[in-house]
């Protein structure tokens, strides 16, 4: 039986991760991956924002400041289809327009583990404790 070509290669989560960065997006598409997420790398908000007008996602990853501006297009794109996504960034959060500050932030520097779990919770599989025994 052949695949369809417009079936998803994995079955995990489609991420738009919006790094400008080369070696820092390798580093974060390895370890979303690693996750068993499939992630789909975009360079610039133009390219961004033409990959949401041509593909379906589950979730985005946005680095704030790229080389063609600041990602805030894409986040209200993101918004306006209600895709999850967070901030991971070296700018400070309170750079983040109003609109967007209840998206989670992940500051820059960070493990390779709190990105994995911030985006676990920005798409909603966080594990639930288990209720306390009596």
Same mark, same amino acid.
């Given at each position: 039986?052949?695949?369809?070509?417009?079936?998803?290669?994995?079955?995990?989560?489609?991420?738009?991760? !919006? #790094?400008? %960065?080369?070696?820092?997006?390798?580093?974060?598409?390895?370890?979303? $991956?690693? #996750?068993?997420?499939?992630? $789909? =790398?975009?360079?610039?908000?133009?390219?961004?924002?033409?990959?949401?007008?041509?593909?379906?996602?589950?979730? $985005? !990853?946005? +680095?704030?400041?790229?080389? +063609?501006? !600041?990602?805030?297009? !894409?986040?209200?794109?993101?918004? #306006?289809?209600?895709?999850?996504?967070?901030?991971?960034?070296?700018?400070?959060? %309170?750079?983040?327009?109003?609109? =967007? %500050?209840?998206?989670?932030?992940?500051?820059?520097?960070? =493990?390779?583990?709190?990105?994995?779990?911030?985006?676990?919770?920005?798409?909603?599989?966080?594990?639930?404790?288990?209720? $306390?025994?009596?």
């Amino acid at each position: 039986m052949q695949k369809r070509s417009n079936e998803p290669s994995m079955t995990g989560p489609r991420l738009l991760l !919006v #790094e400008d %960065q080369l070696d820092l997006a390798e580093l974060m598409e390895q370890a979303l $991956a690693d #996750e068993g997420n499939e992630v $789909a =790398h975009a360079h610039s908000v133009f390219e961004a924002l033409s990959m949401l007008d041509s593909s379906r996602f589950d979730g $985005a !990853v946005l +680095d704030v400041e790229l080389r +063609d501006g !600041v990602v805030f297009p !894409v986040a209200d794109r993101l918004l #306006e289809l209600g895709i999850p996504y967070l901030f991971a960034s070296a700018v400070y959060d %309170q750079l983040v327009p109003v609109r =967007h %500050q209840r998206a989670p932030f992940l500051a820059k520097p960070f =493990h390779v583990q709190g990105l994995q779990r911030a985006v676990r919770e920005a798409l909603g599989k966080v594990q639930p404790s288990p209720p $306390a025994r009596h």
